[in-house]
């Protein structure tokens, strides 16, 4: 039915372009039907010429093209059902991440809380045992200071009673004092 539908349709098509022709052809206004039918039947010689040596071919190929867009259109398919399960299972992993990304930062801040109470111990304890450590070496300087003040003011006060002592004291004092001690040291022998 569709050829004879197809043939109908080409050999009305073949008559109005051969109208057209023949029309074109001549400025007379009769028309040469003989003319007319040659054309047209060396026309319709031609493409049947053409659809005979040229219909197997041109219907292997367009079935061919026909199989092969089948086939490329069910490799598509297959392959946009892949991308999409792809893309699920992108899109589920990136759900995961984003939660598995959210108690890692929870986590995170747990642990740096710890971190900086553990620090915050740690350094409390540090401190105090340097205030300790200070405390002890200030009293340790002092106590070294105050020794050494303790020696320098001796020192001093020995100086200062030579440096008076050598000024007042004369030979005659000095043979005085030795008097003295040698009497002191007689009534310690007899006594003993």
């Given at each position: 039915?569709?050829?004879?539908?197809?043939?109908?349709?080409?050999?009305?098509?073949?008559?109005?372009?051969?109208?057209?022709?023949?029309?074109?052809?001549?400025?007379?206004?009769?028309f040469d039907w003989a003319g007319f039918f040659g054309k047209l039947l060396n026309s319709s010689i031609l493409i049947g010429?053409?659809?005979?040596?040229?219909?197997?071919?041109?219907?292997?190929?367009?079935?061919?093209?026909?199989?092969?867009?089948?086939?490329?259109?069910?490799?598509?398919?297959?392959?946009?059902?892949?991308?999409?399960?792809?893309?699920?299972?992108?899109?589920?992993?990136?759900?995961?991440?984003?939660?598995?990304?959210?108690?890692?930062?929870?986590?995170?801040?747990?642990?740096?809380?710890?971190?900086?109470?553990?620090?915050?111990?740690?350094?409390?304890?540090?401190?105090?045992?340097?205030?300790?450590?200070?405390?002890?070496?200030?009293?340790?300087?002092?106590?070294?200071?105050?020794?050494?003040?303790?020696?320098?003011?001796?020192?001093?006060?020995?100086?200062?009673?030579?440096?008076?002592?050598?000024?007042?004291?004369?030979m005659d004092i000095h043979k005085k004092i030795i008097d003295k001690n040698i009497e002191i040291?007689?009534?310690?022998?007899?006594?003993?």
């Open positions: 039915m569709r050829q004879k539908r197809s043939a109908a349709i080409f050999f009305i098509l073949v008559f109005v372009m051969s109208l057209t022709l023949a029309a074109s052809e001549g400025g007379e206004h009769h010429a053409i659809i005979y040596f040229l219909r197997k071919p041109i219907i292997e190929m367009l079935s061919r093209k026909s199989v092969e867009i089948r086939d490329d259109i069910v490799v598509r398919e297959s392959e946009l059902k892949e991308h999409k399960e792809s893309l699920s299972g992108i899109q589920t992993r990136l759900d995961m991440i984003e939660s598995e990304v959210g108690e890692m930062l929870s986590k995170a801040r747990k642990s740096g809380e710890i971190e900086a109470e553990r620090i915050k111990e740690l350094a409390k304890l540090e401190s105090e045992r340097i205030i300790r450590n200070n405390s002890a070496e200030i009293d340790a300087r002092i106590e070294s200071s105050i020794t050494e003040l303790k020696r320098k003011i001796a020192d001093m006060t020995i100086d200062e009673f030579r440096n008076n002592y050598r000024s007042i004291l004369n040291s007689g009534d310690i022998i007899e006594k003993g």
